[in-house]
Structures are given as C-alpha cells and as structure tokens.
C-alpha cells in the first residue's frame, strides 16, 4: 500500500482481509471495533512478510461499548514490524485510558488505564542535561514546556513535546542562553 492510501479490512461493518503474500504498509489504516460481537474488531491476514513503511495513522472506529482497561484487539495475524511508527488516532480511547501500541509485538492494540490524579514532577541533573521525570501510572500524559527571558516570568506559550506520551521521563540538553524554562503535565 503507498503513501496516502487506507487499508480497511471492513468497509462498513467489521471484516477480515486475507493476504495471501507480503504486505507493506506506507499509508494509513482503518480499523472498526464493536466489544459486543464476535468477532470484535477487524483483522488484517497476512501469510508472508508483513511491514510498515511509513508513518501513517491508526485510526480506530468504535461501533460499541465503551472501551475499559484490560481490552486488547488483534489487528493483524502476526506482528508488524515498525508498527511503533504508526500513529494512533483517537490519541486515547477514552478519559483515563491509554493505547498501548503492540502491533510490532504481536499484531495487537490493548487498553490500559492511566491515571488522571496530578501529580509531581521530579528533575535531576546529569552531564549538562535536565531529567524531568513523573509516574509510571501517568503514561499518556503530555510534558509541555515553555522557555522566557529572564524578565518574563510564566506565559500562555506552551509547547507539547510528544515523545512525552510514551514515556515518564525526557531528558533535555541544558542550554545556558535561555532565560527561564518552565515545565508542566497535562492530560489528555
């Protein structure tokens, strides 16, 4: 599949697609789940080698009930090598809940709850760099910064650094000609 094209097992209502060769992705693709059938969600076969090329979107349709922590779906017969790359859209699958991104693992995309409580932020310093840190249990979260010179104290000018998402900690390069830099979570 090329780059922006959509792969879509169940075009309007949830399917399979069976390949039987080798697939590789560079484009999006589409899935659809309703929990109150069987089967759940649709499922990509794929019998050769199958790849992710690019850096399209997951983008996940839910047809039923509410998704709940514990819930995992199985989008693909076996795992999709750089499956990590593939954005996932909604970012969430609900308030208190996480994606957990297991397609590179096993063909699979789970729900976990995270929690919504705020919490603390910890940083430590280590050879010329800031480690800000925070709760596993806070997953999902978006660490959010903002740089201003000395004379200015906090603004409205935040910026998202998204490989907060995935992670509980960001190690950032101290640079000496910054004024202030401020640092904050935020959820979603």
Known sequence: MQ?????????????TLTINNNLTLAGNVVVEINKSLSPSNDLVAVSGALTNAGNGVLTVTNFGPAFAA???FKLFSK????????SLSPATPGW?????????VNGTL???AVATNPTN?????????????WPADHLGWTLQAQTNPWTVGLGTNWVSLTD?????MIVAPINPTNGTVFYRLKYP
């Open 3 to 15: 780059s922006g094209g959509t792969l879509s097992s169940g075009t309007t209502s949830i399917g």
């Open 164 to 168: 907060s998402l995935t992670a509980n």
């Open 70 to 72: 514990g819930n995992s």
């Open 96 to 104: 208190g809940l996480l994606w957990v991104n297991n397609l590179a």
């Open 110 to 112: 789970g729900v976990v």
């Open 121 to 133: 932020l910890t940083a430590s310093f280590s050879n010329g760099n800031l480690l800000v840190s």
């Open 79 to 86: 795992p999709l090598s750089n499956g990590g790359a593939l």
